[in-house]
């Protein structure tokens, strides 16, 4: 067992205990010396867990970090891959950037960065993602697909299906997706993905999938210019959101329709992303370097590009850019 496994092992023996537990308990379970146990007992109060050592008794739990930790992240999460390596950080610039190293390092596919707070949240287009601490959700998954470059965007959609269900699967509350990547409610933005990848030629190395969810983010915190435009599901349901608990099922569902997808039913994909979009059968504005198509989005196709027929009546493959629906 690796460091942070026994850790968590140990964790999870102290929170079924109501008093004490021994270290020659815990020792006998894990069969492994009391000073190994005493280690990782160290490691646990440095990442912010209080347990209290009581000669003769042993060792009790007395709080938990508030903050996210790999332990309570990986305690009942029940993936196969994704999440069984997981970094989690007080600050980092960016959770993709630090994704991205790790994956040009050689990190497997799965590997998961999270953080409390980002000082340059990165969102797409260049613009920069308000990441204040504590209260959101920065999510950055390492994955190696075996797909042409050119199906990238179906990582993205795969993504934002995934955020929406386990949304609702948390709290009762379904967002729309705007393509690519917005999460919506009532036409303000919750949250949004940012997918970046490293190729060569036709080969895809990785791809880095950058999820941003206002969970318990105050109106008060809310960026200045954007306020009106903008939610998290604290403002929605006026309650306090487990960030640990969406976290976790955010995981299980990118899991679930990332194997789908690699084992080719992008059609599912597809449908479930029709059925959550708000854009099909709609009148968009699409802009994408300088470029601008007005027209009715048809919905996407087995790539991922939004499909917009233009007044004109041509239709127009849309793989990158910002679409707005019309009369917003
Ligand atoms: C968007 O512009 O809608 C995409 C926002 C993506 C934000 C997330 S937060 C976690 C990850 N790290 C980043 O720097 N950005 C993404």
């Given at each position: 067992?690796?460091?942070?496994e026994?850790?968590g092992?140990?964790l999870e023996?102290?929170?079924?205990q109501e008093g004490?537990l021994s270290?020659?308990?815990?020792?006998?379970?894990?069969g492994?010396?009391?000073s190994a146990i005493?280690k990782q007992?160290?490691?646990?109060r440095r990442?912010?867990?209080?347990?209290e050592?009581?000669?003769?008794?042993g060792?009790?739990?007395i709080?938990?970090?508030t903050?996210?930790?790999t332990?309570?992240?990986?305690a009942?999460l029940?993936?196969?891959v994704?999440g069984?390596?997981?970094?989690?950080?007080?600050?980092v610039?960016?959770?993709n950037?630090v994704?991205?190293?790790r994956?040009?390092?050689?990190a497997e596919e799965g590997?998961?960065?999270?953080?409390?707070?980002?000082?340059?949240?990165k969102?797409?287009?260049?613009?920069?993602w308000?990441?204040?601490?504590?209260v959101?959700?920065?999510?950055?998954l390492?994955?190696r697909?075996k797909?042409?470059?050119n199906?990238i965007p179906l990582?993205?959609l795969m993504?934002?299906?995934?955020c929406?269900?386990a949304?609702e699967e948390?709290t009762?509350?379904m967002?729309?997706i705007?393509w690519?990547?917005d999460l919506?409610i009532?036409g303000?933005?919750?949250?949004?993905?940012?997918?970046?990848?490293?190729?060569e030629?036709?080969?895809i190395?990785?791809?880095i999938?950058?999820?941003?969810i206002?969970?318990?983010m105050p109106r008060?915190?809310?960026?200045?210019?954007?306020?009106d435009?903008?939610?998290?599901?604290r403002?929605e349901?006026?309650y306090e959101i487990s960030r640990l608990?969406?976290?976790?099922?955010?995981?299980?569902?990118?899991e679930?329709?990332?194997?789908?997808?690699?084992e080719?039913?992008g059609?599912?994909?597809?449908k479930?992303w029709?059925t959550l979009?708000?854009?099909?059968?709609?009148?968009v504005?699409a802009?994408?370097m300088?470029?601008?198509?007005?027209g009715?989005?048809?919905g996407i196709?087995?790539?991922g590009?939004?499909?917009?027929q233009?007044n004109?009546?041509?239709?127009?493959?849309?793989v990158?850019g910002?679409?707005t629906?019309?009369?917003?």
């Amino acid at each position: 067992m690796r460091g942070a496994e026994v850790a968590g092992r140990i964790l999870e023996m102290l929170r079924g205990q109501e008093g004490y537990l021994s270290g020659a308990e815990m020792s006998r379970v894990l069969g492994m010396s009391r000073s190994a146990i005493w280690k990782q007992i160290r490691s646990l109060r440095r990442e912010g867990y209080t347990i209290e050592a009581r000669q003769a008794s042993g060792y009790r739990l007395i709080a938990v970090p508030t903050h996210l930790t790999t332990w309570e992240l990986q305690a009942g999460l029940g993936t196969h891959v994704f999440g069984k390596k997981i970094h989690a950080f007080i600050q980092v610039d960016s959770t993709n950037e630090v994704a991205f190293r790790r994956a040009l390092e050689g990190a497997e596919e799965g590997e998961v960065i999270v953080a409390e707070a980002q000082a340059k949240g990165k969102g797409r287009m260049g613009r920069s993602w308000e990441s204040p601490s504590g209260v959101n959700i920065y999510l950055s998954l390492i994955l190696r697909p075996k797909i042409l470059p050119n199906r990238i965007p179906l990582i993205t959609l795969m993504a934002a299906v995934a955020c929406a269900e386990a949304i609702e699967e948390v709290t009762k509350l379904m967002p729309a997706i705007k393509w690519p990547n917005d999460l919506l409610i009532d036409g303000k933005k919750l949250g949004g993905i940012l997918t970046e990848a490293d190729m060569e030629m036709d080969v895809i190395n990785f791809v880095i999938v950058g999820i941003g969810i206002n969970v318990n983010m105050p109106r008060s915190s809310f960026p200045q210019p954007i306020e009106d435009v903008v939610t998290s599901l604290r403002e929605e349901l006026e309650y306090e959101i487990s960030r640990l608990a969406l976290l976790q099922e955010i995981l299980r569902k990118m899991e679930l329709w990332y194997t789908k997808l690699s084992e080719g039913e992008g059609e599912d994909l597809r449908k479930r992303w029709e059925t959550l979009s708000q854009v099909t059968g709609r009148e968009v504005e699409a802009r994408f370097m300088g470029a601008v198509v007005r027209g009715k989005a048809l919905g996407i196709d087995e790539d991922g590009a939004l499909l917009v027929q233009a007044n004109g009546g041509t239709v127009k493959r849309i793989v990158a850019g910002d679409v707005t629906l019309r009369g917003w």
